[in-house]
């Protein structure tokens, strides 16, 4: 290998050097050679240059000098010139350079694998694998080959098998788009796809090119619908753990005040049960002490009715307090009573009872509160073949036109109605009544729905959501898409559920227990307004609430 020039030459020489080596190898075909490393025999990497002028890959000739440490000497492992010290290394950038930019001008020479069928003194990468010859080509030996047309050319291959036919062993030349295979002339024309419709290589490759370009785009597509689904549910996810963070301190509140009462319910039932027998206790002490009394009085009587001594007994002072045998007896009797029926447990019950009931009545008033005004329809946004009622409560279906007047805010073309009322912020729940008939809609929509055509229906645009029956089937719509539901309602009422900032419809069957249907989720960019529509019958508001 011939030396690059010595790092300290001047730049005009050192480059001068450079230009000249690269176009002696470009000219003789051989730059991998010049571009490869004596010790590993690969192509440069990280190039350094001795005093002496050959260079090397810096992990190569480091190993090679540490494997001379303490031999007296250091040396080049090409022209063997000797060193009293280990050598400092230089990096060559030019080299460097030239090396990243064949490995990138070369790609696949390294990867691969393939190498030239006529370089066997040391493996040189092919280039190009000519099929006629079966042989692998270097840069210098592809230059000399045979350029007629029946040396075909390819990318470089480990197996020319795979390139021929395995019947005729001839080279796969067509595509026939019958039996989807690749064939060669005489399976054309001899072969068991003679009279086929065939294509050359080139052409079936372009078609199936164009396929596959259209799969990928097709599959682009679904990747961007994908990507807009993940993004969507991200954003509700970080709503939902908003809404979580705020439930949780709620709740967490809850229980700390839930336990602060249980335990002050627990201690005034506990001071109920140990007072009981408190009582009990300071009755028997009263009692008691009331019986030694008595049994003072006896003995004292007792002496009285042994004395001989008349005088005596008749001046005793205190016999009008000995003989008052009355004295607390009725109050006695009524505590003792008391005290033996004593319903002890049905206090405790009772206690326990009220005080729970309150503490369920602080969960109520902690969570909800009941709505300023209930649901009302709005009579001049209905249909001109519905009834609203005088309470504003249900909607009927009319043979007869009502003729009301035709205004922009009225529904033209189906039989719908909105609420007056709309909801612009927090959570709130009402029942329509739908037993009165088989075909109806319920739901909610944006004020700014159109009125007019076919697009107008609930549902079946992007400004609202419903839910609908139709003779025995159910349906949830949202932009012209209907979703089906099970059949099986078991009850005459559904429940409208909404929660603005969470941006969710919800509707329940309120069978036992309330059966959850579908949930609509999306951000509200408008107020929303209640929606009914009824082809038959009668379908009537309920009530209404607002969570808080």
């Not at 010790?39 to 260079?55: A, F, Q, R, S």
């Not at 022209?79 to 010290?85: G, I, L």
């Not at 080509?137 to 050319?153: A, F, G, M, Q, T």
């Amino acid at each position: 290998m011939s030396p690059l020039p010595h790092p300290h030459s001047s730049p005009v020489s050192e480059a001068f050097s450079l230009v000249s080596l690269l176009l002696s190898a470009m000219a003789s075909g051989d730059l991998r050679a010049e571009l490869e490393c004596s010790v590993c025999l690969n192509i440069y990497t990280d190039p350094v240059t001795l005093k002496c002028g050959h260079n090397f890959c810096r992990v190569c000739i480091d190993r090679v000098l540490d494997t001379q440490e303490g031999s007296g000497g250091y040396s080049c492992p090409e022209c063997r010139e000797k060193f009293p010290d280990r050598p400092a290394l230089q990096k060559n950038m030019k080299l460097c350079n030239i090396a990243e930019t064949f490995l990138s001008a070369h790609p696949d020479q390294e990867e691969s694998g393939v190498f030239c069928t006529y370089c066997v003194d040391y493996p040189v990468p092919t280039v190009r694998s000519c099929l006629l010859c079966e042989v692998s080509l270097c840069d210098k030996h592809l230059r000399v080959h045979k350029k007629s047309p029946e040396h075909i050319l390819c990318d470089p291959i480990l197996s020319m098998e795979s390139r021929k036919c395995s019947v005729h062993k001839e080279v796969l030349k067509y595509f026939c788009t019958k039996d989807n295979a690749c064939i060669c002339v005489s399976c054309s024309l001899a072969g068991e796809h003679r009279g086929h419709e065939v294509e050359t290589l080139d052409e079936a490759s372009e078609k199936k090119k164009e396929t596959l370009r259209n799969v990928l785009q097709k599959l682009l597509t679904k990747r961007e619908e994908t990507e807009e689904r993940v993004q969507s549910l991200q954003e509700h996810r970080r709503k939902v753990e908003e809404e979580a963070a705020g439930d949780t301190e709620r709740v967490t509140a809850l229980f700390r005040d839930l336990r602060r009462r249980l335990e002050d319910l627990e201690k005034r039932i506990l001071r109920e049960i140990s007072g009981r027998a408190e009582r009990v206790s300071i009755s028997i002490r009263d009692l008691e002490i009331k019986k030694e009394e008595l049994s003072r009085k006896m003995r004292h009587i007792e002496e009285l009715c042994n004395m001989t001594d008349s005088l005596t007994v008749l001046q005793e002072s205190d016999t009008g307090d000995l003989c008052d045998t009355e004295d607390g007896d009725n109050e006695d009797r009524e505590r003792h009573e008391e005290l033996l029926h004593d319903g002890g447990g049905l206090d405790v019950a009772g206690v326990l009872h009220t005080g729970l009931s309150d503490i369920i009545k602080g969960v109520n008033v902690y969570f909800y509160t009941q709505g300023a005004a209930d649901i009302l329809l709005d009579g001049n946004t209905a249909g001109n073949y519905l009834q609203i009622s005088d309470d504003r409560k249900t909607v009927s279906w009319s043979d007869i036109d009502q003729k009301r007047p035709e205004t922009p805010e009225r529904f033209q073309y189906y039989s719908q109605v909105m609420s007056s009322r709309s909801f612009s912020s927090g959570r709130h729940y009402w029942d329509v009544d739908v037993g009165g008939s088989d075909g109806w809609i319920v739901g909610m929509c944006y004020p700014s729905i159109e009125r007019r055509g076919r697009e107008s229906g609930i549902g079946d645009n992007k400004k609202s959501w419903g839910l609908d029956r139709s003779g025995d089937q159910y349906w949830v719509i949202h932009d012209g898409k209907w979703i089906p539901l099970p059949t099986n309602h078991s009850s005459n009422r559904v429940r409208i559920y909404l929660d603005y900032e969470a941006g969710r419809t919800s509707f329940y069957d309120l069978c036992d227990p309330i059966r959850h249907l579908h949930t609509f989720t999306t951000t509200f960019i408008e107020p929303l307004h209640a929606g009914l529509g009824v082809e038959n019958g009668y379908i009537k508001i309920c009530g209404g609430r607002r969570e808080m």
